[in-house]
């Protein structure tokens, strides 16, 4: 597919930004469209395909009680810190290879800063 030019020009000046403060509520839409098909994001509720988010920056990876994680997300050892995050949702499969999350990654990096922000506020 080609991006007519100047689609494909907005979307490099995006990339080459320099980092802007992360937007929470930015990141909380972004989250209800690519991630909330599988996540809660509360402590306690029907569980989803994945494991609840509340809580999640700065746990430990693999820690959500009663979640069946894969054994590669089980060994991966990880602390979900904002950089770590910050580089899983970028290619989750690289990170966590043979992880069961089925999603592609967020390649614009403002997404993926305002998508951490909104992470950061589920406590
Ligand atoms: C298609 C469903 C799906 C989508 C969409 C999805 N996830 Fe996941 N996610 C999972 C599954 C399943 C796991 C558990 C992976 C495993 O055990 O290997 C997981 C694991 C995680 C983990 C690790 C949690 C832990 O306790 O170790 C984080 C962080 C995460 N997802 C964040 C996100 C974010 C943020 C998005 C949106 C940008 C997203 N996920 C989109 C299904 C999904």
């Given at each position: 597919m080609?991006?007519?030019?100047?689609?494909?020009?907005?979307?490099?000046?995006?990339?080459a930004?320099?980092?802007?403060?992360?937007?929470?509520?930015?990141?909380?839409?972004?989250?209800?469209?690519?991630c909330a098909?599988?996540?809660?994001v509360?402590a306690?509720?029907?569980?989803g395909?994945?494991?609840t988010l509340?809580?999640?920056?700065?746990?430990h990876?693999?820690?959500?009680e009663g979640?069946?994680y894969?054994?590669a997300?089980q060994?991966?050892?990880l602390v979900?810190?904002p950089?770590?995050?910050?580089k899983?949702?970028?290619?989750?499969r690289?990170v966590?290879p043979?992880t069961?999350?089925?999603?592609a990654?967020i390649?614009?990096?403002?997404?993926r800063?305002n998508?951490?922000a909104?992470l950061?506020?589920?406590k």
């Amino acid at each position: 597919m080609k991006l007519p030019l100047a689609a494909a020009f907005l979307a490099f000046a995006a990339y080459a930004a320099p980092a802007q403060a992360a937007d929470a509520a930015a990141g909380e839409a972004a989250f209800k469209r690519l991630c909330a098909a599988c996540h809660i994001v509360t402590a306690e509720g029907r569980r989803g395909v994945g494991p609840t988010l509340f809580g999640v920056v700065g746990r430990h990876s693999g820690k959500v009680e009663g979640f069946r994680y894969s054994a590669a997300n089980q060994k991966a050892d990880l602390v979900w810190t904002p950089e770590v995050l910050d580089k899983y949702l970028t290619n989750p499969r690289e990170v966590v290879p043979g992880t069961t999350m089925a999603f592609a990654g967020i390649r614009n990096e403002t997404e993926r800063a305002n998508v951490i922000a909104y992470l950061a506020t589920l406590k």
